[in-house]
């Protein structure tokens, strides 16, 4: 018998519980970067889809490798390389940057342990000295995703499911199916298990009867569809750990919502809802009372339904204008209203695949992977993650995490002692808060923003600049702050 997480108990760290040190990342003495997070929320969420971390490397740099561990003792495993040439998503694999400096290190927690080691050497077996510098806001430092979902996969549509899952496939593009789970026909969950087997496709929760707002049956709509799902399917290595199966994202039938519904989504441990209205490109904000993502629409639906279009023309321009924002372009369907006999379908998924720039991926799974790339902003660094010999020049690094809300850390290296200001600026140029103005020695030091202004009060919400100045080093950088 399969085993799954109580669908009824509320875990720890649920409705405003202390959540310090979920994911640390630190530095041991042979240059190894060790990232462990917290085992309870290893358990919980599975955390089998690969994250990347990036790290800065020496100048000048060529021929590196990366070797990867789960446990102290284990023997290193050398990883894959890729280049940004390569079609590659969802693996455990390095990119090396050399004209960037960095190292995309992308690697999934394993059943072994709650840690991953990782060690950068050169081609003389060397251990470098690459510093931990935070996680890629995509898989890979993609330049933007793409995501679908597929609504309504029961018995009276399996047909048109199976139809439009090989399609899907044919262009290596993830398809996550909302599945109704009193599917009729039992046959069907034969189908849906083959096509998770053939690749590309992640189930996600639609309920047990597809019922309008106020459920009947709460609980088993919400809790209970995600145990049939379980119960009923073997899922792909992304959505296991050890035993446990996992589904993270619910879809709201004919998009009603309300608390009652929200708040036994978070319950049941979802990662996140999805609504059914059009405009969203982005991530939805973290909430942490209810320990989950907020509700959110998606880019565009391709079809004849509702919020759907089958001008080519329209879908192409919305994902060229999302792929230029750096954004996330969910694309929805009905596969029982597709007319896979016209060619909007086919132009449309033509034009989005197969590009070595983005990162394709299931829905679940995406927000999976901003589930460590943005709701625990505690990232604790070893103490001797810098070297000296390393810190050849002044450099102000990207704040972590952004977007933020309250607090953010800006990290620089400077490399004598220097009289260091920085100074927060609004969008129209006006000084909102001095960090720091004063003398500080070489190396590499941080500062810590927390929204407020000199008279620390909060700020807006908004577009911040942070400059840094230090002799005739100026250097000037962007943050969005969230509210």
Known sequence: MKSFMPLLIINSFLFGQNTTSILNIDTGLQNEAIITVDSQIHLDYGLSYPVTYEFTIPNNSNNFQASVKFQDNDQWSQMLKKTS??????????RFDYDENKAYVSIAFSDLSDSIFILITDEY?????????????????????????????????NDKFIETCRIFRNY????????????????????????????????????????????????????????????????????????????????????????????????????????????????S??????????????????GPLWIGTTDTVELNNTFDQVLQQGGVYHVMCHPNIIEWDQDYPLVHLEHI???????YTGFGHLYLYRFLQSAYQEIILGSNYENDNFLEKFVLYPNYPNPFNPTTTIRYNIPKSSFVNITIYDMMGRNTKTLINQRQNSGSNSAIWDSTNDYNKPVTAGIYLYQI???SYINTKKMVLLK
């Open 85 to 94: 040439e390569d079609f590659f998503n969802g693996i455990d694999v390095v």
């Open 125 to 157: 077996e060397n251990n470098v000295n690459a510093i931990y510098f935070g996680i890629s806001k995509y898989y890979d430092n993609r330049d933007a995703v793409v995501t679908a979902t597929a609504d309504d996969w029961a018995g009276w549509v």
């Open 172 to 283: 290596n593009l993830w398809l996550s199916c909302a599945i109704v789970t009193n599917v009729g026909d039992p046959n069907t969950w034969i189908d849906i298990q083959t096509q998770i087997d053939s690749g590309f496709i992640e189930p996600i929760s639609h309920s047990r009867t597809h019922p309008y707002v106020p459920y009947d049956d709460l609980q088993g709509e919400v809790l209970g569809s995600k145990q049939d799902l379980i119960e009923n399917l073997n899922l792909s290595g992304y959505n296991r750990y050890l035993n446990h199966e996992y589904i993270y994202a619910w879809v709201a039938p004919y998009g009603e919502y309300d608390d009652n519904i929200d708040t036994m989504v978070s319950v049941g441990k979802y990662l996140v809802s999805r609504m059914y209205y059009g405009g969203d490109h982005h991530f």
């Open 285 to 302: 904000d973290w909430n942490q009372i209810l320990f989950k993502y907020d509700a959110i629409g998606v880019s565009t639906e391709f």
């Open 353 to 359: 695949s197969n590009r070595n720039n983005i990162w």
């Open 469 to 471: 100045q230090t002799g």
